[in-house]
């Protein structure tokens, strides 16, 4: 089983509808992230969470919030979506032990959302 | 403005044969420098992690090198497979997970 699952791995909606993304996690580790990817860019940050109880904003927050259910999920949602929000979605993990900064992230295999 | 940037856009090359892949950075403060491999419809899969006093990595047959004071770093490839044919993308820390620049990649195709 993967370590990092993201739900769903496809999803066609059209603009204006609410949508979730989810993603949970087996390998134990606090924190989680939020990515998206767009043809022609690197990954760029939406939402980043340390712990439980915290929350950061990422460099493209604007039109998603995240809720954090449990060190072991992560969700992603599209309040009201817009077709430029079509894109390749990733979740991914990385353990704060040591020097939390230099441990790798780890990634689910993304879901791809297409807004019409 | 933070940057990666990284050439190739795109390679082929033979089973069998090695490649360099270059990645030109302009980010400050640095922390560390990351490659990552990401095949088709599939996440990024970490390769090296390498701080400012690295200047060399290897994991298996992926080498990576880098050069603080000119700011670049290459990810050689030796004895390249069918399996190595995917994406490899550079990241350059700023100083947190928050801070990570990446680079759109240079994608990789080893032909039989």
């Known amino acids: 089983d993967a370590d990092v699952t993201q739900t769903p791995r496809n999803r066609i909606t059209k603009t204006g509808k609410r949508i979730m993304l989810e993603c949970s996690q087996t390998k134990g580790h606090d924190r989680m992230y939020w990515y998206r990817q767009d043809p022609g860019l690197g990954l760029r940050l939406i939402y980043y969470?340390?712990?439980?109880?915290?929350?950061n904003k990422g460099e493209i927050s604007d039109g998603y919030s995240v809720s954090r259910q449990a060190q072991a999920k992560f969700s992603l949602s599209l309040e009201s979506a817009i077709p430029n929000q079509t894109a390749l979605y990733f979740c991914a993990t990385s353990d704060a032990a040591g020097q939390g900064h230099y441990q790798p992230q780890h990634f689910g295999d993304g879901t791809r959302l297409s807004i019409l | 403005k933070n940057q990666v940037e990284q050439s190739p856009q795109s390679l082929i090359i033979l089973e069998g044969k090695n490649c360099t892949l270059q990645c030109n950075y302009t980010v400050s403060p640095f922390s560390n420098l990351r490659w990552y491999k990401q095949d088709t419809g599939r996440g990024p899969v970490s390769l090296t992690i390498?701080?400012?006093?690295?200047n060399t990595k290897s994991n298996g047959r992926y080498t990576a090198t880098l050069d603080a004071d000119t700011k670049q770093s290459s990810l050689h490839i030796t004895a390249s497979q069918l399996s190595d044919s995917a994406s490899y993308i550079c990241?350059?820390?700023?100083?947190?997970?928050?801070?990570?620049?990446f680079g759109t990649g240079t994608r990789l195709l080893v032909s039989p």
């Open positions: 390498m701080t400012f006093s690295e």
């Open positions: 969470s340390f712990d439980v109880k915290d929350i």
């Open positions: 990241v350059v820390s700023a100083g947190g997970f928050q801070k990570l620049v």
